[in-house]
């Protein structure tokens, strides 16, 4: 008897490599055993609600035309598919190409004459429904699939030649393949008359004396595998129909109605429960709407706390209402960033149970819980999404740091102060206390989350003069102090502990079997804090999984050094700056040195999301002046210096002044009204610091002391680590001005370096060089020349115009020259091919085809020399950069030449994570010419050109005047990225331009 209470589809083949095909497909599978002895093994498909039987039947028409009859009248399909291999018939169908047969034609009906066999022909047409289905899947986008007409004849057919050959091709002169069981099939369904079918076919032969050869080189599996591919994408599109649809829509509306209520109330488990009411009263009447288009995708971006999820939950229930209404609408579809394991677009067809065809809202919670290049990865599949379904919207949460477009993304503003207090009174359920209307108290009350925190503060009487951070933090402790379970044990907290640093470590579910007993998961979920549901173990609200990753710092369940490592810290991130803005002051120094020593580019981030610089400083322990006071202060000072030092690894002894590898000596003087005067030593670098004798600066200068400064001495809380930082800015950004930093052998930046300098080397040399190649003997001649003036001088520099060098140049040049072979030294890019008197920029001397052609490999030594640049310089800052956080990555973009004149001209291209190639694999670079920038946006789900961002507040989108021409193009290119890079991280407050 047939089972109703699921969609069926039945899918029928002949033999056993279209069977496989098509298994590959499926999953938890089982056997169903007709009485007479057919075996279905019917499974899932997943993405969608269909329940596929399949079935292996051999070949022949007869055969396919009694078992299409049996398994209707036993499963009751919804639709019957024949997949399977067949041979070709028009030139211009491939091997492995796919035929879906618009109609069947039985070739065998005939009336033999005289005058030769005279066709009656019997034809079946495709059902309407399953073509229509099929040309939506595969007509739009893939040249390989044919809508035509297949003939059906019980014969192999392999002579083109043959009398049958030519029959087929007189009579039915249309038909794309020849196959032996469609016929069957069709004309089974014919009888039934309710069954509806559809062929598809790969093409595994051309029906020529070449079959066996074909299906020897591996033709069959090839070709099954295209068909049962396509026949997939069908069903994928296909939607159930009936009742059985009606009732999986009610089911499903009931559910994500409780779903979202649930969500509701535990979001707002921080009010307390007699309040909760209240406050959802207020945000009834207070909306925050969210507008997203059809087939578009938004991100909400903001910051913990900032109300983000309940506005992504208002948007879904309005897209529930709108569902509950009208039929033709989806029901909308909730999904936590870090539950979505497989592919989106699968994701969504199984939630909602088919493709979405028609209106349907997609929320996707908490981007900012995955990796950097998974969070882009997820947002890309969400624009391919929407471009193949058009009906689609998405709206996604973050925090600050998700690559964005501009277009797409909404900010979650902070609240006007008025809103914030309105909220505080409900939530009370009184007037706001004098406390809370001071200045520094309003200031607060920017997000949901932050009034509710405190709320909770002013009900415990405790303090509310306190940071965001301390705020939130307190917040998650009132709320474990209110909720907390008597039978809760010590075991249990540290095992709460122990799950925020799974989660934050491993980026990826995390299975309740995998990390617990069952009785220790109850004591987790019995908190109230954690859920453990189909995706694994999570905590219910963000705010408690840092709360708990910071309790694993304080407690040295992790390492400090740890968290803030090259590729943890984008993940720890918050757990950190949660971590070290709520320990004592002197333990949050310690924190700081051992950041510092670690990770310079965590260290500075936490810095600015802790509390912001404030200028002018606020002193509270201003020192007295004199000998001992003076050497005390320095010391904290140098130490924060150093210890930055130390964490730029072997780029640190070039941002401060060093002799024989160690840190010049400092002179320190204190002086009236918190001020400094700091001296550095030429050569001495024993004792560290000295006092300075009491004269004015210039006369520090006259003593031998190498330069000095003078400044207000910070004395805030963190604020020496704030100095450092300033003071190892300034050198930091005139290093990457220099372009020089070091690069290991072979890099692509390396080699231009050499012709640049070379170039320049040879006109200081020759007055005016325009070769296109220079001799080799001739350059080293030069160098050897130049390198006895730099022996000679203690810093040797010449100029010619714009060009320069300096020793360190001549140094670097005349050490690479050793590796240098042959007789000359070529350009690094091809030369120009159409030089004019006319032309005003360099990059007019190259046609269009050739600018494209060199800015491809210009950007491809972009991204090599970039990855180089950070893995020799910068290796513990590792993802906390921003393009760092995502190599690697493939280019694409677009060369924009104007023949009218320079205007408009430019290079536009996005970086995107390439998540299936290894990080030092070469980059993909595709560019294409246009007459005017396009979105960067296509069906294969690039994003749409703008403002977009990667972690740390990076830009991915990049419009430039075009380089072609320039000497160090790539160069240019890599150290901008660098630069931006490290500005998003506090080290630069001005962003910093390189070009020639």
């Keep these: ?130 073509e229509q289905a099929a040309r939506q899947a595969l007509g739009r986008t893939d040249s390989r699939t044919h809508f035509k007409p297949i003939a059906v004849g019980d014969v192999v057919l392999a002579d083109a030649d043959s009398p049958i050959a030519r029959y087929i091709h007189k009579n039915f002169n249309d038909a794309a393949a020849i196959e032996m069981e469609g016929a069957g099939v069709a004309q089974a369904a014919h009888l039934i008359g309710t069954l509806q079918t559809l062929i598809i076919r790969g093409i595994s032969d051309k029906a020529d004396p070449d079959k066996s050869k074909r299906d020897t080189e591996g033709s069959q599996p090839l070709a099954a595998h295209n068909a049962a591919v396509a026949a997939i994408a069908v069903l994928h599109v296909l939607k159930p129909t009936g009742a059985v649809d009606s009732a999986l829509r009610q089911q499903r509306l009931d559910l994500v109605r409780r779903q979202a209520q649930a969500s509701r109330r535990v979001r707002l488990s921080p009010v307390p429960a007699d309040r909760r009411d209240a406050v959802l009263e207020w945000m009834a009447e207070h909306p925050e709407p969210a507008v997203v288009p059809e087939g578009e995708v938004r991100v909400l971006v903001g910051p913990m706390g900032a109300g983000k999820s309940e506005r992504a939950g208002r948007w879904l229930e309005e897209g529930l209402e709108a569902a509950e209404l009208d039929d033709e609408v989806e029901i909308p579809v909730w999904l936590e960033a870090r539950k979505v394991t497989g592919s989106l677009s699968a994701t969504v067809t199984e939630a909602i149970g088919g493709a979405p065809i028609r209106p349907c809202r997609v929320v996707i919670d908490d981007l900012s819980s995955l990796a950097p290049g998974q969070a882009d990865q997820l947002l890309d599949e969400a624009r391919h999404l929407v471009l193949v379904w058009p009906r689609v919207q998405v709206l996604a949460t973050s925090r600050e740091g998700v690559r964005v477009a501009r277009e797409e993304c909404l900010t979650a503003d902070a609240w006007p102060r008025e809103r914030g207090a309105d909220l505080l009174r409900c939530v009370l359920g009184a007037e706001v206390p004098p406390a809370a209307c001071t200045p520094e108290a309003r200031k607060l009350m920017t997000s949901p989350l932050l009034v509710i925190a405190m709320a909770a503060r002013i009900t415990g009487g405790k ?95 992790v390492a400090l050094e740890e968290a803030a490592g090259a590729h943890a810290f984008p993940s720890w991130r918050y757990a950190l700056a949660f971590a070290v803005s709520t320990v004592p002051e002197e333990t949050g120094e310690e924190w700081m040195l051992r950041l510092a020593r670690a990770n310079p580019a965590a260290a500075s981030w936490i810095l600015d999301e802790i509390t912001r610089p404030r200028r002018p400083f606020v002193y509270r322990d201003t020192p007295e002046e004199g000998t ?136 200081f040399r020759h007055q005016q060089w325009a070769e296109p190649v220079i001799p080799l003997a001739d350059l080293r001649a030069a160098v050897a020349q130049m390198m006895s003036r730099v022996n000679a001088s203690q810093m040797f520099r010449q100029a010619s115009g714009r060009a320069e060098v300096d020793s360190h140049d001549i140094r670097w040049i005349d050490d690479r020259l050793t590796g240098l072979h042959g007789e000359h030294l070529g350009p690094q890019r091809l030369l120009p091919d159409r030089r004019s008197s006319a032309n005003r920029q360099r990059w007019q001397d190259y046609s269009p085809d050739l600018t494209v052609s060199i800015l491809t490999e210009v950007l491809r030594d972009a991204v090599v020399g970039y990855r180089d640049l950070v893995s020799e310089n ?115 407050r001005q962003r910093l331009r390189f070009s020639e």
């Design 874 to 988: 910068f290796p513990r800052f590792g993802s906390a950069l921003g393009l760092r956080s995502v190599l690697p990555v493939r280019v694409e973009g677009q060369v924009i030449t104007r023949e009218d004149g320079p205007e408009g001209s430019c290079l536009y291209y996005t970086l995107t994570p390439d998540l299936d190639s290894p990080l030092d694999a070469v980059p993909q670079v595709s560019l294409t010419l246009a007459e005017a920038p396009q979105p960067l946006r296509d069906e294969t789900g690039l994003m749409e050109g703008g403002n977009a961002q990667t972690v740390f507040h990076r830009t991915s989108d990049h419009m430039i005047s075009l380089p072609t021409g320039d000497p160090r193009p790539a160069t240019n290119i890599a150290y901008n990225w660098l630069a931006d890079d490290l500005r998003a991280l506090g080290w630069f």
């Design 1 to 130: 008897m047939a089972d109703t209470s699921r969609p069926t589809v039945v899918i029928l083949t002949a033999l056993p490599v279209e069977s496989e095909a098509v298994r590959a497909h499926l999953t938890n599978t089982e056997w169903l055993v007709h009485p007479s002895g057919t075996r279905m093994e019917c499974g899932r498909l997943p993405g969608t609600s269909w329940y596929v039987a399949l079935a292996e039947i051999g070949e022949g028409t007869l055969t396919a035309a009694s078992l299409t009859e049996r398994v209707n009248s036993w499963l009751a399909p919804q639709a019957l598919f024949f997949v399977g291999v067949a041979g070709g018939l028009k030139d211009d169908i491939n091997i492995g190409d796919v035929v879906v047969a618009t109609k069947v034609y039985g070739i065998h009906g005939g009336k033999q004459t005289p005058e030769g066999l005279l066709a009656r022909p019997e034809a079946w047409r495709a059902s309407h429904r399953l």
């Design 628 to 763: 001992e006071s003076s050497l005390k202060a320095g010391a904290q000072l140098r130490e924060a210096v150093q210890a930055f030092l130390t964490g730029f690894d072997a780029c640190g002894p070039q941002l401060a002044h060093h002799h024989h590898g160690r840190l010049v000596q400092w002179g320190v003087r204190l002086r009236g009204h918190g001020g400094m005067i700091l001296c550095e030593a030429r050569e001495a670098t024993q004792p560290e610091l000295v006092p300075l004798p009491d004269i004015p600066l210039d006369g520090a200068r006259a003593a031998g002391w190498q330069s000095g400064t003078a400044f207000e001495l910070p004395s805030g809380h963190l604020e020496r680590w704030r100095w450092a930082r300033d003071r190892l800015s300034e050198p930091l950004a005139r290093l990457l001005h220099q372009r020089r930093l070091p690069l290991p052998p072979g890099s692509p930046l390396e080699g231009e370096r050499i012709w640049s300098l070379a170039q320049q080397i040879m006109k």
């Design 463 to 557: 303090q509310i003069d306190t940071s965001p951070l301390q705020l939130l933090s307190g917040l998650a402790r009132d709320i474990i102090d209110r909720e907390r379970r008597p039978q809760t044990n010590d075991q249990t907290w540290d095992r709460l502990a122990q799950l925020a640093t799974r989660i934050l470590t491993s980026l990826e579910p995390v299975p309740a079997a995998l990390f617990a007993t069952d009785p220790q998961v109850w004591a987790l979920t019995d908190t109230d804090l954690v859920v453990d549901d189909e995706a694994g173990l999570r905590f219910t609200l963000p705010l408690f999984e840092q709360y708990f990753a910071a309790q694993a710092l304080r407690s040295d369940m």
